[in-house]
C-alpha cells in the first residue's frame, strides 16, 4: 500500500485529518504512526501535584488512599502522582478544597517547571500562565519566596487562575493580563521564564478526542509565527546567563525545533542539557528541513513511549543581555 | 479598572480591629510581617497581603500597567473587612477557641454550602458566643470556612437546638472559583 492510501486508510479508521496522518508517517513511520495513534485512544490517567506549600507529600498520600484512591509515583517528579483509581471526582474532595493538590491531565505539563528549576528568591516569568498550574508548581519550588510574574491574555482563564493560586496559598505572583508580547514595556529582567506557548496542541489527543479534526495545516504555521513572535519578545526580559523553557503540547516540529532554530540563528543563545531522565532526542530533519545540530539536546515526549501527552521541551540560555532595539 | 494601592491608615484600622477580634491582640503583627496590605479598588474595595518582593515589582510596573491581581486574596472591605478562606487559613492556628469542630458528616454538608446542625458539631471552642461568627473546622483543625452560630428551637421536640448557619465554605472553589 502506498503512502497516499494507508494514510486514508489510518484518517478514517482513527478519525483524523488525511494530513495529520501524512506527517506522522514521515515522522514515525509506519508502525510508529499506529503505536502512536493506538495511544492516543487509550487516554491518560491524570496526575494530582501535591501542593507542598500546605501539605507533605506524605500525608496527602495516607489521607487519600484512606479514602480509597490508588495512586502511582510519577516517575521522575517525587512530589506527584498518577491517578489509578478515584471513587470520587478529583475535584471535590476535601483535600481538593483545602489547596493540597493540584490536578494535572497528564504527566507531561509537570516538565516544563521541573526543567526550569526555579529556586526561591529568583525572578521568574510565567508567559502563557492560566489557569495556573505551572504557575503555582513554581511558587512550591520558590517556597512562596521571590516573585512571579505570571501573564496571560484570556479573560476568563484568568479567573480560573486567581481562583487556583489562592486555593493553593500561593501569595508571590503578580498576575497581569496582557500580551506576553508586551512584557519588554516593564523594563524588569528575570533570572528565568516559562514559555509554555500557545500551539495546536496536537499532543492532547490523549485528553481531548476533538483535537483530531479541530486544526488545520495552516494553524501550525499560525501558531508558529505566534510562538517565534513570543520567544523574541521574551529574551528581551531575560538577564544575561538567564534560563529560559520553551514547551508545547505539540509535536509539530515547525512549532517546535523550527521556532528554536530560528532563534538560534538571531539571537546569542545556547542549549542547556536538561535533568530529565526521559524524553527522546529533538529532531534535526524533518519535511526535508535541516535544523541546528544542538537541537538534539531539546526533548520530546510521546504517549506511546512514554505515558505521556505530546509534548516538546527546550531549555536556552541567554549568553548576553539583550536590547530593547534587538 | 482596578487600581492598586498601599491601604490607608483608616484601612489598616478596620482590618486590625476585625482580626483582634478573631484572634487577640498582636495577630496583625504576625499576619503582615514580610508582607504589605495592599488595596485593589474597583467595584468594591479588595485587600491583598502581598510580599515585599512583588510590592516593589507593582511599584516598578503599576505606570506601565496596572496587574490583574497579586500576593494573597485576604478579603474585603464593604464597610467592615470581612475576611476571605485564605485570610481565614492564615488566621485560623491563631483562633481555635473562636470555631467549632464539626464530624465529617458536617464536614461534607458544609462544603456542599449547608448549615450544620447541632448532631455534626463536636467540639465548640471557649470564647465562641451564641449569635457571633465563628471558625468551622474539621477534626483535623483544618478550617473549612465561616459560619454564624444561633439557637432555634426545634418544632417537634421543642427542645432548643444549635445551628451553624454557612457564611462561606471552601466549596466555593468548586462551585465558583473555576
Known amino acids: 500500500m502506498d503512502v497516499g492510501e494507508l494514510a486514508k486508510k ?24 499506529i503505536e502512536f ?8 490517567n491524570p496526575v494530582i501535584r501535591c501542593n507542598t506549600l500546605k501539605i507533605s507529600v506524605e500525608s496527602l498520600r495516607n489521607r487519600l488512599v484512606k479514602k480509597g484512591f490508588v495512586l502511582r509515583k510519577v516517575p521522575w517528579i517525587d512530589y506527584a ?51 495556573g498550574g505551572k504557575t503555582s508548581q513554581m511558587a512550591q519550588l520558590m517556597k512562596n519566596k521571590g516573585v512571579i510574574l505570571a501573564v496571560d491574555i484570556s479573560r476568563e482563564r484568568m479567573k480560573s487562575l486567581r481562583s487556583n493560586l489562592s486555593r493553593l496559598g500561593v501569595e508571590n505572583v503578580i498576575a497581569y493580563r496582557m ?29 481531548d478526542r476533538s483535537r483530531k479534526k ?36 505539540s509535536i509539530a516540529p515547525e512549532e517546535n525545533e523550527l521556532v528554536i532554530h530560528r532563534v538560534l540563528e538571531r539571537f546569542p543563545l545556547s542549549i ?9 532526542p529533538g529532531f ?42 534587538i | 479598572m482596578i487600581i492598586f494601592r498601599k491601604a490607608t491608615k483608616k484601612e489598616i484600622v478596620k482590618i486590625e480591629k476585625a482580626l483582634n477580634e478573631w484572634a487577640g491582640k498582636n495577630i496583625y503583627k504576625k499576619i503582615t510581617s514580610g508582607r504589605i496590605v495592599v488595596i485593589g479598588e474597583g467595584r468594591i474595595k479588595e485587600v491583598f497581603l502581598v510580599p515585599v518582593e512583588v510590592c516593589n515589582i507593582l511599584d516598578k510596573t503599576k505606570k506601565v500597567r496596572m496587574p490583574y491581581y497579586l500576593g494573597l486574596f485576604f478579603g474585603e472591605i464593604n464597610g ?77 421536640t421543642e427542645q432548643p437546638k444549635t445551628i451553624i448557619k454557612n457564611i462561606l465554605d471552601r466549596g466555593w472553589y468548586l462551585r465558583k472559583g473555576r
Open chain 1, 214 to 249: 479541530s486544526r488545520l495545516i495552516e494553524d501550525i504555521k499560525y501558531c508558529s509565527t505566534l510562538q517565534f513572535s513570543m520567544l523574541t519578545a521574551l529574551l528581551k526580559c531575560l538577564k544575561k546567563g538567564g534560563i529560559l523553557v520553551y514547551s508545547t503540547c
Open chain 1, 179 to 207: 500580551d506576553a508580547r508586551d512584557l519588554p514595556k516593564f523594563g524588569i529582567k528575570a533570572d528565568k521564564i516559562l514559555l509554555d506557548a500557545p500551539c495546536t496542541g496536537e499532543g492532547l489527543i490523549p485528553i
Open chain 2, 80 to 156: 467592615e473587612f470581612k475576611i476571605s478562606l485564605e485570610g481565614l487559613w492564615l488566621i485560623s492556628k491563631y483562633s481555635r477557641e473562636r470555631g467549632v469542630v464539626v464530624s465529617e458528616k458536617g464536614e461534607q454538608l458544609f462544603l456542599y454550602g449547608r448549615d450544620i446542625l447541632e448532631e455534626s458539631i463536636i467540639k465548640v471552642g471557649s470564647l465562641v458566643q451564641i449569635g457571633s461568627k465563628v471558625i468551622v473546622f474539621n477534626k483535623f483543625y483544618e478550617p473549612l470556612g465561616l459560619g454564624m452560630i444561633s439557637k432555634f428551637s426545634d418544632k417537634l
Open chain 1, 284 to 325: 534535526t530533519e524533518f519535511f526535508g528541513c535541516k535544523v541546528r545540530d544542538e537541537i538534539r539536546e531539546a526533548r520530546r515526549f510521546y504517549p506511546h513511549i512514554h505515558g505521556t501527552e505530546g509534548f516538546f521541551i527546550c531549555k536556552l540560555r541567554l549568553r548576553e543581555e539583550l536590547n530593547d532595539n
Open chain 1, 81 to 131: 502522582f498518577q491517578v489509578v483509581k478515584s471513587p470520587f471526582s478529583l475535584g471535590s474532595t476535601t483535600e481538593y478544597l483545602l489547596g493540597y493538590y493540584y490536578v494535572h491531565r497528564g504527566m507531561g505539563s509537570l516538565l516544563p517547571v521541573h526543567a526550569l528549576d526555579p529556586k526561591p528568591g529568583e525572578i521568574v516569568i510565567d508567559a502563557a500562565a492560566a489557569p
Open chain 1, 272 to 280: 542547556e542539557k536538561m535533568d530529565l531522565k526521559d524524553g527522546l
Open chain 1, 37 to 44: 495513534l493506538e495511544a492516543n485512544e487509550k487516554g491518560l
Open chain 1, 10 to 33: 489510518l484518517a478514517e479508521k482513527y478519525g483524523y485529518h488525511v494530513y495529520m496522518i501524512e506527517r506522522y508517517l514521515e515522522l514515525f513511520g509506519e508502525e510508529g504512526t
